[in-house]
């Protein structure tokens, strides 16, 4: 899904829709799960399989890729990167800071948001009035959990550039039934090639049960070289 959705950009993806029967961990990283449930260690020993594959693909031998603050990846120097995982889907996309400058991507279950309330904890009035809209014109999209997972994405693009926490009501989303989305920031942006960000844009996908987020900020082209 993910392949196919990024196949456009300067980016390396691999993912799965099944857990190893023995997923290897370094030695620091089994300490992360190490009480967690048999559930939370296969995902997070699966989904860093996945990023150790896409790795490898950029010439970066394996090595131990431990949460950082707040949860977030601690990627080899030169590397950037996002991971992802849900029931029966795990994901990494990663690319080389000298070409992309963050990435953020999410995974969910393709099903309307199970509790109500937490669309009105992720959410504001005006997303709240466009998702009706949407539903009306396309009620086989479930775009409330579209919303929640591209907030999600929205957030891991953002720490990297700026290590603080980014609330849910701290970006306005707009989701286009065309397979895009963009966010408007409502806080103060980091400065990108010396001007404030103001906002992010990104694609998702839904197929087979599953919905997908992602966003990939790359280098402008001055920066580049290009």
């Known amino acids: 899904m993910l392949e196919s959705l990024l196949a456009a950009a300067p980016v390396t993806v691999v ?4 857990d190893p029967a023995d997923p290897f961990l370094f030695p620091e990283e089994a300490n992360v799960v190490a009480r967690a449930v048999d559930k ?10 996945c990023a150790r594959s896409a790795l490898s693909e950029l010439g970066i031998p394996p090595v131990p890729i431990l949460p950082g603050p707040k949860g977030a990846p601690r990627w080899p120097d030169g590397i950037v990167g996002s991971m992802t995982h849900c029931a029966g889907y795990r994901a990494a996309v990663v690319a080389r800071s000298s070409a992309v400058r963050s990435i953020g991507i999410d995974a969910e279950p393709a099903a309307p948001l199970a509790d109500a309330d937490v669309l009105k904890l992720v959410s504001d009035e005006t997303e709240r009035a466009a998702l009706a809209g949407l ?92």
Request: proline share 8%; net charge positive.
């Open 15 to 18: 993912e799965t829709r099944e």
């Open 40 to 49: 939370r260690r296969r995902e997070f020993a699966t989904v860093r399989q």
């Open 135 to 226: 539903g009306i014109r396309h009620p086989d999209v479930p775009w409330d959990r579209l919303l929640f997972s591209a907030k999600e994405s929205v957030y891991k693009t953002w720490f990297p550039l700026t290590g603080r926490w980014l609330g849910f009501e701290d970006a306005r989303l707009d989701l286009d039934p065309d397979g895009t989305f963009s966010a408007a920031l409502l806080v103060p942006g980091p400065r990108v090639a010396g001007r404030e960000l103001t906002g992010f844009r990104g694609t998702w996908r839904i197929r087979d049960g599953i919905a997908v987020t992602a966003i990939v900020l790359p280098l402008t082209p001055a920066e580049s070289g290009t």
